[in-house]
């Protein structure tokens, strides 16, 4: 708690929690159902930029979040393996959405066990890609092989976008603080925007199950 005090200027708290922050939200987004509100991949570039500026160091950051990919993605395959097909039974809700959950099963009946590598780099897809894999019965070697290799490849690939930017546009760094409240404000209000939407369509599809008065 000491070192949270100690935090005066976004810089710091950039410092202090930084990879915390990073790898809570990975984490979630590739392991946990209510993962496709976050917008990962522009998270990714920002990253990039942050380690570009040298509040945080590249190497770290990229460990950091392959580390939590991997094991958001080992999550959403247990969890999938655990329930099973009920999860196609559950209701919608705020972080739930089932339809989600069908149309990743489509692209995986498409393109099997790779869609544990492709999914990576489509939005919603892989916050439910691996939960499928779980329920589909994929062996864990392969699914982990797959999971191991798409992660290096969508997190790096995103990060050095960003370093590279950050490095060939040095003047970027000025404005550094700037860009990060912008990608943090931007992912509160696409959550928000979100939920409302979650909760619009919930309430229409109720109404819609409701009999029709004579």
Request: proline residues 2%; charged residues 15%.
């Amino acid at each position: 708690m000491e070192g949270l005090q100690q935090v005066t200027s976004l810089d710091e708290l950039i410092r202090w929690g930084g990879y915390l922050i990073l790898f809570a939200i990975v984490f979630a987004e590739t392991g946990l159902f209510f993962g496709f509100l976050l917008p990962g991949d522009s998270l990714l570039i920002t990253a990039g930029l942050v380690a570009a500026s040298g509040k945080l160091g590249f190497g770290e950051v990229n460990l950091t979040m392959i580390t939590a990919a991997i094991l958001g993605d080992s999550t959403g395959y247990f969890i999938g393996k655990a329930l099973g097909r009920k999860l196609f039974e559950r209701e919608d809700s705020l972080i739930f959405r089932r339809e989600y959950l069908q149309r990743t099963q489509t692209f995986y009946d498409r393109h099997g066990g790779k869609t544990i590598f492709f999914a990576r780099f489509v939005p919603i897809i892989r916050s439910f890609a691996t939960t499928v894999a779980g329920i589909a019965g994929m062996a864990y070697l392969r699914f982990i092989t797959f999971s191991v290799s798409g992660a290096i490849t969508w997190i790096v690939s995103l990060t050095s976008l960003g370093y590279f930017l950050g490095s060939q546009f040095p003047e970027l760094d000025t404005y550094i603080n700037l860009i990060i409240s912008i990608t943090v404000g931007a992912i509160i209000l696409s959550i928000i925007f979100k939920l409302i939407r979650a909760k619009i369509e919930l309430q229409r599809a109720k109404s819609a199950k409701l009999p029709n008065p004579d």
